[in-house]
């Protein structure tokens, strides 16, 4: 089985390995077996039960919340030779036709439903004629009271385990504390599901919180040096939608509003010239975002402050889905929280007010943080971190220390003294020694804790405890109104075996204007290339009229910029490019790659110095040249920089062709050199493939690279 998963993955699509825990999931589904995943944004949930339905008879239903989600996966689907259909409100009585037709014809092996069509029981009776594959179900939080969009709707799908017992389910999303975890497999009855929790981290994303001080002013210096890319801001209310869409207009951005008040064809216009690369920038309300599947969103910027953690894991999560450096910028002020508070309290449903608001005080101490935010974050999910992340401000800008080992003693031994049953505010109140009638009774003036904090200052000890939940020595019970409970690791500070280190809180001025000038990732690929790559994608895109990522993601285009694939063989092993889309695009991009180099590498190179070399090569390249410097072997410069020794071979090919001092004879015993000389004199110097399976199966990749790099270089003199 394993194998015959690996060659669906390959060749359908273009994936060469699997992540973890993708195949251990696939595998169960296939055997027919429940499985609840909870897997971070762009971690490739859809494969889970994508591949499945293509090893399981009959059709596999998908239950997605939204038409342009559905869509864009179908897209995606059939552009990999997979036979896929969606039902929804979008398509005409003919198009629905033709759809139920391919159903009874046992034609289609997914079919996308939102889940008000999957359980009117017309559509229930017609599914029971048919055989099916696997029901999954996307966006599974929805399904749940404590989740944070929690949608009526779903909660009916709990009927699909009693009207067929026989197939398996199974459940997927980025977003589920450990409380809305239970609670959606409780809805579901799949209690005997696999549980995979796949980690929350999305270590591609720089987060970063500023105070929101002249914030148009912030988000126009954010945006300065990234017109070129794709991304969403967020903001709580239409009207301010529309204000910050308008200013950035009048900039010169490629900027569109997206709100519920827009007219629907004007939400679909929106919505679609995003997808296609025609509108650089939405700005919009939460209305927007969970149906769009787009890998190469760059930044993701929340002009306000969201309602909940989960909220903002989820959108911030809309960044870099294909796994490139992307930002998570958030401005935070108290304005915000107001206004959060009040969209939450105007709802008659009081249970659900609470638990809102729990949610709300989580969110503001994310944004007050003074301990990593990634750390922070992945704590709010129970995915608890030992070290920092080194990709957030306050890791790249950290604020002032102190030792806090004794305050923190303090607030866990009253956490524990007062049962582990209330909120950070009364445990506050009884460290300051507050004589308010709560305390009196409960009795808890009477404690051993009372009073030992009331040389420190509310705002201060808030401060602390916050940071106390982020490092994982408390942990918030949400189905109990935000109640502190200890951790295994509190243990160790209570004994006093363990200093507990704080930040104080930092100067706002100063933040915002470090946090305006930091940067973007690194990009370690050709961007001329890549530019080049990615017109000819526009350009067959928008002749299928679809999204240019239903082509290639930004990804694999990065990829092919890096490696540049020279024959059919070499794009296959670029990760994204499966057997369909190669017959159907490889040609045209291998001809974009074939004439890129000609023009731009090839020709006479005269010896550069380090100074040109600096500007006409990436930064990865410059730490391999480094290394291959300091007289390391290949496999010594491959294990320093953790990547293959191919990807090093490929550098060291490119700097001896861009003109650098780079013997790449030294890596290549000398009884293969005339071997390798022979097959490129009778092949020519393009078509590692071809060239690999002239030679001895002891010649490597790596050595016909380096010998082809010398070979070249004479060729041009």
């Given at each position: 089985?394993?194998?015959?998963?690996?060659?669906?993955?390959?060749?359908?699509?273009?994936?060469?390995?699997?992540?973890?825990?993708?195949?251990?999931?696939?595998?169960?589904?296939?055997?027919?077996?429940?499985?609840?995943l909870?897997?971070?944004?762009?971690?490739?949930?859809?494969?889970?039960?994508?591949?499945?339905?293509?090893?399981?008879?009959?059709?596999?239903?998908?239950v997605?919340?939204?038409i342009?989600?559905?869509?864009?996966?179908?897209?995606?689907?059939?552009?990999?030779?997979?036979?896929?259909?969606?039902?929804?409100?979008?398509?005409?009585?003919?198009?629905?036709?033709?759809?139920?037709?391919?159903?009874?014809?046992?034609?289609?092996?997914?079919?996308?439903?939102a889940?008000e069509?999957?359980?009117?029981?017309?559509?229930?009776e017609?599914?029971?004629?048919?055989?099916?594959?696997?029901?999954?179900?996307?966006?599974?939080?929805?399904?749940?009271?404590?989740?944070?969009?929690?949608?009526?709707?779903?909660?009916?799908?709990?009927?699909?385990?009693?009207?067929?017992?026989?197939?398996?389910?199974v459940?997927?999303?980025?977003?589920?504390?450990?409380?809305?975890?239970?609670?959606?497999?409780?809805?579901?009855?799949?209690?005997?599901?696999?549980?995979?929790?796949?980690?929350?981290?999305?270590?591609?994303?720089?987060?970063?919180?500023?105070?929101?001080?002249?914030?148009?002013?912030?988000?126009?210096?954010?945006?300065?040096g990234?017109?070129?890319?794709?991304?969403?801001?967020?903001?709580?209310?239409?009207?301010?939608?529309?204000?910050?869409?308008?200013?950035?207009?009048e900039?010169?951005?490629?900027?569109?509003?997206?709100?519920?008040?827009?007219?629907?064809?004007?939400?679909?216009?929106?919505?679609?010239?995003?997808?296609?690369?025609?509108?650089?920038?939405?700005?919009?309300?939460?209305?927007f975002?969970?149906?769009?599947?787009?890998?190469?969103?760059?930044?993701?910027?929340?002009?306000?402050?969201?309602?909940s953690?989960?909220?903002?894991?989820?959108e911030?999560?809309?960044?870099?889905?294909?796994?490139?450096?992307?930002?998570?910028?958030?401005?935070?002020?108290?304005?915000?929280v107001?206004?959060?508070?009040?969209?939450i309290?105007?709802?008659?449903?009081?249970?659900?007010?609470?638990?809102?608001l729990?949610?709300?005080n989580a969110?503001?101490?994310?944004?007050?943080?003074?301990t990593?935010r990634?750390?922070?974050?992945?704590?709010?999910?129970?995915?608890?971190r030992?070290?920092?992340?080194?990709?957030?401000?306050?890791c790249?800008?950290?604020?002032?220390?102190?030792?806090?080992?004794?305050?923190?003693?303090?607030?866990?031994?009253?956490?524990?003294?007062?049962?582990?049953r209330?909120?950070?505010?009364?445990?506050?109140?009884?460290?300051?020694?507050?004589?308010?009638?709560?305390?009196?009774?409960?009795k808890?003036?009477?404690?051993?804790?009372?009073g030992?904090?009331?040389?420190?200052?509310?705002?201060?000890?808030e401060?602390?405890?916050?940071q106390?939940?982020?490092?994982?020595?408390?942990?918030?019970?949400?189905?109990?109104?935000?109640?502190?409970?200890?951790?295994?690791?509190?243990?160790?500070?209570?004994?006093?075996?363990?200093?507990?280190?704080?930040?104080r809180?930092?100067?706002?001025?100063?933040?915002?204007?470090?946090?305006?000038?930091?940067?973007g990732?690194?990009?370690?690929?050709?961007?001329a290339?890549?530019?080049?790559?990615?017109?000819?994608?526009?350009?067959?895109?928008?002749?299928?009229?679809?999204?240019?990522?239903?082509?290639?993601?930004?990804?694999?285009?990065?990829?092919?910029?890096?490696s540049?694939?020279?024959?059919?063989?070499?794009?296959?092993?670029?990760?994204?490019?499966?057997?369909?889309?190669?017959?159907?695009?490889?040609?045209a991009?291998?001809d974009?790659?074939?004439t890129?180099?000609?023009?731009?590498?090839?020709?006479?190179?005269?010896?550069?110095?380090?100074?040109?070399?600096?500007?006409?090569?990436?930064?990865?390249?410059?730490?391999?040249?480094?290394?291959?410097?300091?007289?390391?072997?290949?496999?010594?410069?491959?294990?320093?920089?953790?990547?293959?020794s191919?990807?090093?071979?490929?550098?060291?090919?490119?700097?001896?062709?861009?003109?650098?001092?780079?013997?790449?004879?030294?890596?290549?015993?000398?009884?293969?050199?005339?071997?390798?000389?022979?097959?490129?004199?009778?092949?020519?110097?393009?078509?590692?493939?071809?060239?690999?399976?002239?030679?001895?199966?002891e010649?490597?990749?790596?050595?016909?690279?380096?010998?082809?790099?010398?070979?070249?270089?004479e060729?041009?003199?």
């Amino acid at each position: 089985m394993p194998t015959t998963l690996h060659h669906t993955l390959k060749t359908v699509f273009g994936f060469h390995e699997f992540r973890a825990p993708q195949q251990d999931v696939i595998e169960r589904v296939v055997a027919g077996e429940d499985v609840f995943l909870v897997m971070p944004t762009g971690g490739g949930k859809s494969l889970c039960y994508q591949i499945p339905a293509l090893h399981r008879n009959g059709v596999a239903i998908v239950v997605s919340p939204l038409i342009a989600l559905m869509k864009d996966q179908v897209d995606a689907l059939i552009a990999n030779g997979a036979r896929a259909a969606c039902l929804n409100s979008s398509l005409n009585s003919a198009e629905v036709g033709r759809v139920f037709q391919q159903m009874d014809a046992g034609t289609l092996d997914l079919l996308y439903v939102a889940p008000e069509r999957l359980m009117m029981p017309e559509f229930l009776e017609r599914l029971g004629t048919l055989k099916l594959a696997l029901f999954a179900i996307d966006e599974a939080h929805c399904i749940s009271q404590w989740g944070h969009d929690f949608r009526p709707d779903y909660v009916k799908l709990g009927r699909l385990r009693t009207t067929f017992p026989a197939v398996p389910i199974v459940a997927m999303t980025a977003t589920a504390d450990p409380e809305t975890r239970q609670d959606i497999i409780n809805q579901l009855g799949i209690n005997n599901a696999t549980v995979f929790v796949a980690g929350f981290d999305r270590p591609n994303i720089t987060y970063t919180v500023i105070p929101k001080q002249k914030p148009l002013v912030q988000l126009g210096s954010f945006l300065s040096g990234r017109r070129d890319e794709a991304g969403i801001i967020y903001a709580l209310s239409r009207k301010r939608v529309e204000q910050v869409a308008e200013r950035l207009r009048e900039a010169g951005f490629s900027v569109a509003a997206y709100h519920a008040g827009l007219p629907d064809d004007e939400r679909m216009r929106v919505q679609d010239a995003f997808r296609k690369d025609d509108i650089r920038i939405v700005v919009a309300t939460v209305a927007f975002g969970m149906g769009i599947d787009k890998p190469n969103v760059r930044f993701v910027v929340h002009y306000d402050m969201p309602k909940s953690v989960e909220s903002y894991y989820q959108e911030t999560g809309r960044a870099g889905r294909d796994g490139l450096p992307s930002e998570a910028l958030m401005l935070f002020g108290m304005g915000d929280v107001m206004t959060a508070r009040m969209l939450i309290e105007n709802s008659d449903n009081a249970e659900r007010v609470k638990i809102e608001l729990q949610k709300l005080n989580a969110m503001v101490g994310y944004a007050e943080a003074l301990t990593c935010r990634r750390r922070a974050l992945l704590a709010y999910f129970g995915d608890q971190r030992q070290h920092d992340c080194g990709n957030c401000d306050i890791c790249t800008d950290p604020p002032q220390r102190f030792d806090a080992s004794e305050q923190a003693k303090k607030a866990l031994s009253c956490v524990y003294r007062v049962g582990e049953r209330f909120g950070m505010m009364h445990v506050i109140e009884v460290l300051r020694g507050s004589k308010n009638q709560r305390v009196r009774e409960l009795k808890h003036d009477q404690l051993s804790t009372y009073g030992i904090g009331s040389d420190t200052s509310a705002v201060d000890w808030e401060n602390i405890i916050r940071q106390l939940i982020h490092l994982g020595y408390l942990a918030q019970d949400f189905t109990r109104f935000g109640a502190l409970k200890l951790t295994p690791v509190a243990r160790p500070v209570l004994k006093g075996e363990t200093a507990v280190i704080l930040g104080r809180p930092r100067d706002a001025v100063q933040t915002v204007e470090k946090g305006k000038k930091r940067a973007g990732g690194r990009r370690d690929y050709d961007q001329a290339l890549f530019d080049a790559l990615r017109a000819l994608r526009k350009k067959i895109a928008d002749a299928a009229n679809v999204p240019p990522f239903v082509v290639f993601s930004d990804a694999t285009l990065a990829e092919m910029a890096r490696s540049r694939p020279s024959d059919a063989r070499e794009l296959l092993q670029v990760s994204g490019v499966g057997e369909h889309k190669l017959r159907q695009y490889g040609r045209a991009f291998l001809d974009v790659i074939a004439t890129y180099v000609k023009e731009n590498v090839g020709g006479t190179v005269s010896r550069l110095t380090d100074k040109d070399l600096a500007l006409t090569t990436s930064d990865t390249r410059k730490e391999t040249l480094r290394l291959y410097r300091e007289g390391l072997d290949l496999e010594a410069i491959s294990a320093r920089r953790g990547l293959k020794s191919s990807t090093i071979a490929a550098h060291l090919e490119e700097l001896h062709g861009l003109g650098a001092d780079v013997d790449l004879l030294r890596f290549v015993s000398q009884e293969k050199v005339p071997l390798i000389r022979a097959q490129l004199e009778k092949q020519g110097g393009l078509g590692l493939s071809e060239l690999k399976e002239a030679l001895p199966d002891e010649i490597s990749y790596e050595d016909i690279r380096l010998v082809r790099g010398v070979w070249n270089g004479e060729q041009r003199r």
